[in-house]
Structure formats: structure tokens, C-alpha cells
């Protein structure tokens, strides 16, 4: 598909009222939605409806009609020509298979959706609930009022609402089409007794970044990536006693809180370990765990003090930006970024620890979903349909900032060529991909217990083991 100077149809109503926090466009019923509120199926969705789509954040457009939306996007982005050059009233167009222009990557993946659902009569209305907390909170209270949109997002909250019997299974032909085709990244944090849930169009995974040039002053191949811990921890200590205090070897973000458990919590999995298992209930002090987090007491030492278990991640990936580690366990995005700020960096799959497997947890990854009690599930599914189609997965491609999730796009030559960073990446959201576990009770008071087991294990003498065992009974006190 080639988009050049779009067009959008004249809208047939108006929007009305503003919905309520927890209010949602299930209940926007256009008229004559003839089966709008029977079983989804695996054909074509329902026509002449309107549903309503939460915002992904990072393709959002904000609170509307999603063609007046759209609009007014196009607009905003030709005024600022003079910050986005490339972006010009007359030559506003998307080439796939060719480089995006700066700035106007939602703009053109929400006008791909929009074509697919005019072609099909369906009104699409956005509805923007924040992220985080608050709309776990929100999204929370409109369960227990049957109010919800027809699609909502999340990330860490989603495999939880699967579990609690709140979302609508993907239908089987639509679930058997995404396993064919999709990286386990996009759905297998969402599926659950065989069923999918829930669908992320361009998921992250973590990868090993590194600074060629600090590797190579400390004496090391700047062009080859450590394989096994052994190796990560060895040249870990090499670049931090070459740097003599001006630089370390760095490793991964440990601190007490979301963006630490997303990023070593991958190191558990790839030694076997986790969080919780299939009912909720913490396994803190498995022995794989335990392994773990002497690895990572390792490799606190090759840190500034405090550094990797800092309760202000952002403070730690500066030191990566701004010189001050070598090594870095992060999302895709660590590639763009710094190439845009100038590192020469490396980037390979996590290393592996002995007798462990490929293993990784989903971060930054919006999964989106169908509320059970949702009015308008065939139009819903329509959508999620859009979201791993050809035209959205190229244009993904194209903007080389995360990769592609559909098989017939990565694994061509050229993907592998253009985007080898990417092509990574994609590998990585392969096999034994997770999403973090919700815990059967008192989730964010189990994991604070956790995360702060982890931060009194890097910097205190004390056994881990015993540090863990004790996370462990204070955790199993709450959840049982």
C-alpha cells in the first residue's frame, strides 16, 4: 500500500460527550449493529459499528473520531516542517520498503488502520487512559462496572486480566494465524490454557549492548559479543579495571522496581528461574534464582557504588549514554538512540549462563485486548487483524526503531541486510519469551518485597539465600 496526500471520508455523526475516566466506547453503540454483541468468529467482523480503542502511547492521536484525529495529526505535523524538514504539505507519502520520514511514524500507522476499517464501515473512536498506574486503576474499575472500551491496552497488567477470566479469547483461526506467522513476543506473554489473549504489534525484548570503544580500550574485541556469563562477567571486570575509575564494565539495571525486574528478570529465565508460577504464587528462592542473583552480586562490582540497584533507572542508562559503562542488557530502542548521540555500539543476543536456555521477557510491549463484557468483538478483532497485517509490519520495518514481528518480513534478505540490528532483535523475541507475572494477591506489595531481597543481596555481605528464603515466606504470607 502507498499512501499519497490520503484523504479522509466526511464523518456521518458526531461525537457527543466526553466518556468518563472509566466509561468506555463498548457501550457507543451505532445504530443497527445487527450481531454486534454475538460470539466472534473467525470471518469478517461486524459492519457499521463504532468501537472504541485505547491509545498505545506510543502510536496515539489522541481523544476522538480517529479520521478528524488524523487530520488535525497531518496539520500539526506540516506546521512544524521546520523541525521535521522531510514532513511537506505536498509531498506527505509513505514508500513502503523505504526509509519513514522523521516524525510522522503514528500518523501514518493509525491511517493504515483507519483504511482498513472504513473498508469495513467501522467508526474508530481513541480514548486515552494514561499509562502505569493509573490505568491499571482505571481499566480496574471499569471491569467491576462492565465498562470498558472495546479494545484496551497495557503491559505488565494484561497477563493478569487473561488469567482472571476478564478478556475474550482470540478466536481459534485468528489464534492459529498469529502462531503461524507472528514472533512469540507479539502474543505468548498472552496466551493462557491454550487460548491468546492478547495481541502487541511491536513488542521489545531485551538485548547485550556495549561500547566498542571503551571494549577496545580495555583491550578486548570491540566486534565480538560474550556467549556465556563467564564471558560477560570476565570482560565486565577487564573494561572496569582499565577504566580506573573513569569507567566500568556496567552488565544490567537491577534496581527495586518495574525497569529492574524487566531487565534481570530476563537472566532469571534464561537460567531457568522466575517469579511466580502458573497460579500466582511467588518462587523466590528457587535455586536457579538464588544462582541468579549471585551473578548479578558479580556484576554489581563492576559498577560505580549504587549504580545498578539505583531506585532512579534513568540515572543508570545515562551512565551508558554518557560514557560511563561498557555493557547493557536494554529494549531496541538502545540502538537508535545511540546511534543518534554517536556511540559505536555492539549489539547481540543475552548471553547464556551454564547449562541455561534462550530466554527473554517482553518490555515496553502494549498488548492489546478484548474486554469480555466488550459490545463489539468482531469490529475489535477487525482491528487487532489490522495491527499485524503487511502494511503495519513494513511500516514497523521501515522505521527501524523495533522490529517487525511477522515471519514473512524479518526472514527475507533484505530485512536481514537493512536492518541487522533489527534482524537481532527479531531473533530475540523468539522461543521462551514472557511477560512479567501478576501475583495472586498484593501484587505490587510481593514484588516491592522482591525487588528490595535483590537490592539487600548487592549491597550488603549478607547470604543470599537466606535473604531470599525470607522474601520468600513474607511473600507466601500474603499470597496464600
Known amino acids: ?73 497531518k496539520q500539526a505535523l506540516i506546521a512544524d516542517e521546520a523541525q521535521n524538514p522531510r514532513v511537506a504539505a505536498e509531498d506527505f507519502s509513505y514508500t513502503p520498503g523505504e526509509p519513514l520520514k522523521s516524525g510522522v511514524f503514528p500518523y501514518f500507522y493509525q491511517s493504515i488502520i483507519l483504511e482498513k476499517m472504513q473498508a469495513q464501515n467501522i467508526t474508530v473512536n481513541m480514548e486515552d487512559w494514561g499509562w502505569g498506574e493509573p490505568l491499571i486503576q482505571k481499566q480496574t474499575a471499569g471491569f467491576l462496572a462492565k465498562n470498558l472500551p472495546d479494545i484496551i491496552v497495557g503491559e505488565t497488567q494484561m497477563p493478569g486480566f487473561a488469567r482472571q477470566g476478564l478478556l475474550e479469547p482470540f478466536p481459534d483461526g485468528m489464534a492459529e494465524e498469529i502462531r503461524s506467522n507472528v514472533a512469540p513476543a507479539a502474543w505468548k506473554p498472552m496466551e493462557y490454557d ?147 548521540i554517536g556511540i559505536d555500539y555492539g549489539m547481540a543476543q543475552i548471553p547464556l549462563s551454564q547449562g541455561g536456555q534462550p530466554g527473554n521477557i517482553t518490555i515496553g510491549a502494549a498488548f492489546h485486548s478484548v474486554p469480555k463484557d466488550a459490545k463489539n468483538k468482531e469490529a475489535a478483532f477487525a482491528y ?40 537481532q532483535h527479531y531473533l530475540a523475541m523468539a522461543g521462551n519469551v514472557q511477560g512479567l507475572p501478576t501475583f495472586a494477591k498484593e501484587d505490587s506489595k510481593v514484588w516491592q518485597m522482591f525487588g528490595d531481597a535483590v537490592t539487600k543481596s548487592l549491597m550488603t555481605s549478607g547470604d543470599i539465600k537466606s535473604i531470599l528464603d525470607e522474601a520468600q515466606k513474607k511473600a507466601e504470607d500474603v499470597t496464600k
Open 384 to 423: 487487532i487483524r489490522a495491527m499485524y497485517s503487511e502494511e503495519i509490519q513494513q511500516l514497523i520495518a521501515d522505521t527501524g526503531v523495533r522490529s517487525t514481528v511477522l515471519k514473512s518480513i524479518a526472514e527475507t534478505d533484505s530485512y536481514k541486510s537493512g536492518h541487522p540490528e533489527m534482524y
Open 194 to 340: 491454550g487460548k491468546i489473549y492478547g495481541f502487541a504489534s511491536q513488542p521489545g525484548v531485551s538485548s547485550l549492548f556495549w561500547n566498542k570503544k571503551l571494549v577496545k580500550e580495555a583491550g578486548l574485541d570491540p566486534d565480538k559479543a560474550p556467549e556465556t556469563w563467564d564471558e560477560l562477567l570476565a570482560d565486565v571486570q577487564q573494561v572496569t579495571e582499565a577504566g580506573k575509575g573513569k569507567y566500568y564494565g556496567g552488565g544490567v539495571y537491577a534496581g527495586p522496581n518495574a525497569g529492574g525486574y524487566l531487565r534481570y528478570g530476563t537472566l532469571m529465565v534464561i537460567n531457568g528461574g522466575g517469579f511466580a508460577d502458573d497460579q500466582g504464587q511467588p518462587v523466590f528462592n528457587s535455586d536457579a534464582n538464588i544462582e541468579t542473583v549471585k551473578f548479578l552480586k558479580e556484576l554489581n562490582a563492576g559498577h560505580p557504588a549504587g549504580l545498578m540497584a539505583n531506585t532512579n533507572e534513568g540515572t543508570y542508562f545515562d551512565a551508558f549514554k554518557k560514557g560511563q559503562i561498557a555493557y547493557l542488557i536494554d529494549g531496541p530502542w538502545r540502538a537508535a538512540e545511540s546511534s543518534q
Open 1 to 73: 500500500m502507498i499512501l499519497k496526500k490520503m484523504a479522509f471520508t466526511a464523518l456521518s455523526f458526531m461525537l457527543t460527550a466526553s466518556l468518563s475516566a472509566c466509561g468506555g466506547g463498548g457501550n457507543n453503540q451505532a445504530a443497527g449493529n445487527s450481531g454486534a454483541e454475538g460470539q466472534p468468529g473467525d470471518g469478517k467482523s461486524a459492519e457499521g459499528v463504532t468501537i472504541t480503542v485505547l491509545n498505545e502511547g506510543a502510536v496515539g492521536v489522541g481523544v476522538g473520531v480517529l479520521s478528524g484525529l488524523l487530520e488535525k495529526k
